[in-house]
């Protein structure tokens, strides 16, 4: 099967910023590279070659009817133990899927991929669901078992260097390539504040950020996608703006979720504008709160985050995703179908699910939308040709 680059920039050569180490007194030694990386298994990477050619995802975007259009913008979540989503795929048309919970299993997650596979390929004629998976290492590993090697938290790994991440990272890519896992949803491009350390609930208290200072953060980041994208996965960078200076975690709590120093010039960013230039393909959203960008909305459905800084001042031109807005406490008072829809106003792409029972309301709230105001039918052909470029990168297109 073809694999294809997404972006230019997706040579997974190491820049002399990546060169750098991730923290203050780290030598990024071949040692300490080889403890982050765990024991050796079989994996395989992607081989470059051409991109794709805007009429051939044009054609195929108006091949699809409001249904497929609107199920191609959403992932749905399956947790360890649960059966494949049936309906996610046959009624909502989910076009992406995601793991969660603990996965010891490599034949387990194999059974459910497979299934995934052919749910969207029947219902989307031979086109392929994207399939991600949460694998930063330490605390945050959804696959663990004989499905994947042991790699160590972000945190640890800013400690040792460059080196550490770029074989951690690139053993994570072995990992999921091996397993037929497309996208890993990581790197964390927070930086977490020296002065809130490990009272930050979502980074900090779980060692999940590769440190404090903005500059060893962005060469560790850079480092985490040039080893995915050799491995043949996409990377995707969060939790944009940041989440390293809240203290409350917006999964599970409405309080403390509202960072009010970070603005357009925070150097907090850097760690973002560092992935972009590397070349990741996917960035996600956060579902906090901030005043300085944006007095009235959360990141996820502020137009001023998604598509002023993050696209145009950030130039990024590839694939902006949720964080979770199926269960996540911080979008509760927000009605389920508007959550899609304010995404998608904002000028994001994909709406992220944890819970799969939503994905029916999800997908009719953006074909009401769509059929609405062309303006909005564009706005979705647009988000749906971004989705496809990355399928195509990664093979999933007839």
Known sequence: MRRRTL??????????????????????????????????????????????TPDRLAELVSSFDARQLAGQLLWVGVRAGDSLPDAAFSEARAGGMFLLGTWESADAVRHVLDGARTAASEAEAGVGPLLAVDQEGGKIRMLRGDAARRTASAEDLGTQGVDAVRTAYGSIGEDLRTLG?????????????????????????????????????????????????????????????????????TDVSTSGITDRETDADSTSLEG??????????????????????????????????????????????????????????????VPVGERATRFLEAGGDVVLTADPGLAKTLADAI???????????????????????????LGLLP
């Open 367 to 393: 074909v009401a939308w769509a059929q609405a105001d062309e303006a909005h039918a564009e706005r979705v052909r647009e988000s749906v040709t971004r989705v496809l470029a990355v399928k195509d990168a």
């Open 181 to 249: 896992i497309g996208v890993d949803l990581a790197p964390v491009a927070d930086v977490v504040d020296p002065e809130v350390g490990e009272d930050n609930a979502p980074i900090g208290a779980l060692g999940r950020g590769f440190g404090t200072d903005p500059a060893e953060v962005a060469a560790c980041v850079e480092a985490a996608v040039a080893a995915l994208t050799g491995a043949g996965v996409q990377a995707t960078l969060k939790h944009f703006p940041g989440l390293g200076r809240v203290t409350g975690n």
């Open 7 to 52: 972006l230019s920039a997706l040579a997974a050569v190491p820049t002399a910023a990546a060169a750098a180490s991730c923290s203050a007194g780290s030598s990024g030694t071949a040692s300490s590279s080889a403890s982050a990386a765990g024991s050796a298994s079989d994996g395989g990477g992607a081989t470059a070659s051409a991109s794709p």
């Open 272 to 333: 973002f504008r560092s992935g972009i230039a590397a070349g990741a393909g996917i960035v996600m959203l956060s579902s906090a709160r901030y005043p300085r960008l944006d007095a009235e909305a959360p990141a996820m459905f502020s137009r001023a985050i998604v598509t002023d800084l993050l696209r145009s001042d950030l130039g990024f031109s590839g694939l902006a995703v949720t964080d979770d807005i199926g269960a996540a406490a911080a979008v509760q008072d």
